[in-house]
């Protein structure tokens, strides 16, 4: 029976255990431990990058009651309205526009922002329907106060958009205006559409014609718009085309800005050089000590 032996050539042997090729090694290994770390980009954050923006807040309150599908404007008033929401934002890219709409229910779309692409975004999103057949425009304008009375800026507007009158919610409109007017908050409101014969499609026959429905509850509730605009030293407008708007667009753009602070980006430090040049010596170095200590080739 043999014991179990080590066999090391003579040339290994008289080296003595390879403390320095072992050194060297683990080296070169944290060289390229440094130097994967530099890929992934390290950076320390050096604070915010913040500057002043001259901002007007701005709440459009848009109608999704069933009513909006009425034909008498291009393509319906829904279709409309939306066109010119967008147009608004186009406009005023500086301004920080939130969306608040509405039908039976209402709900915040988007809460006040700067970004243009985003407001579009949530422009296109919205559907009529899920909030169902109603129009509560009191609570509607409650919300928008409500998202308005920590505004900073000077010119705080609420832009409302409706074509009906209202008819559900804890809040009548008046009430809500009241809440405006103690916040000094103006209130615009644009009637849309409000032909008296004005009809919306509710699908098509046997036969396939399209048939047409009068509007429930008739047209705009012009006097109760009026008196909203006028308590809240804002604008009562009647949208009977796809024009109209542009006269609210233009009246809002003449009011005094406010210069608030925003805050943008965040500064970072990069530190990827640092620790690529760490690793690049390292490795040089484990070179270098390879060929001179070691007399190793390439």
């Known amino acids: ?9 003579k040339k290994y042997r008289k080296m003595g255990f390879p ?24 950076r ?14 701005i709440f459009i309150v848009m109608d999704l009651s069933r009513s909006m599908l009425a034909e008498d404007l291009t393509p319906n ?9 967008k147009d608004f934002t186009a406009l005023f890219p500086k ?14 779309l988007l809460p006040l922002s700067t970004d243009l692409e985003l407001i579009n975004k949530m422009i296109l999103q919205i559907k009529l329907g899920p909030l169902g057949d109603g129009t509560n425009i009191g609570d509607a304008l409650a919300l928008a106060v409500g998202r308005l009375i920590q505004s900073q800026a000077k010119s705080k507007v609420i832009i409302l958009l409706t074509d009906g009158v209202s008819n559900v919610g804890t809040l009548t409109p008046l009430q809500a205006a009241e809440m405006a007017v103690s916040n000094k908050i103006k209130i615009y409101t644009v009637g849309i559409g409000g032909g008296k014969d004005a009809k919306i499609p509710v699908g098509p026959n046997m036969f396939g014609v399209q048939r047409y429905q009068v509007i429930p509850g008739g047209s705009v509730d012009e006097k109760g718009l ?6 809240t030293q804002g604008k009562f407008y009647m949208a009977r085309n ?13 009011m005094e800005r ?7 980006k965040i500064i970072y430090q990069e530190l990827y050089f640092k620790y690529l040049l760490i690793g690049v010596c390292f490795l040089v170095g484990v070179e270098l000590s390879r060929r001179l200590l070691l007399r190793e080739g390439p």
Request: hydrophobic residues 45%.
């Open 1 to 9: 029976f043999r014991k179990p032996q080590i066999f090391i050539p």
């Open 19 to 42: 403390f320095l090729r072992s050194f060297l090694f683990v080296l070169g290994v944290v060289g390229w431990l440094y130097i994967s770390f530099a890929l992934a980009g390290p």
């Open 258 to 264: 406010t210069q608030i602070e925003h805050t943008g």
């Open 44 to 57: 320390r954050p050096m604070g915010m990058d913040k500057n002043t923006i001259d901002v007007n807040d």
């Open 95 to 108: 301004d920080r526009i939130g969306i608040i709409i509405f039908a039976e229910r209402v709900f915040t």
């Open 77 to 85: 008033r829904f279709e409309a309205a939306k066109q010119k929401v």
């Open 242 to 254: 796809n024009q109209a708007l542009q006269n609210v667009l233009n009246e809002i753009n003449k």
């Open 226 to 231: 009026k008196e909203i605009a006028d308590m």
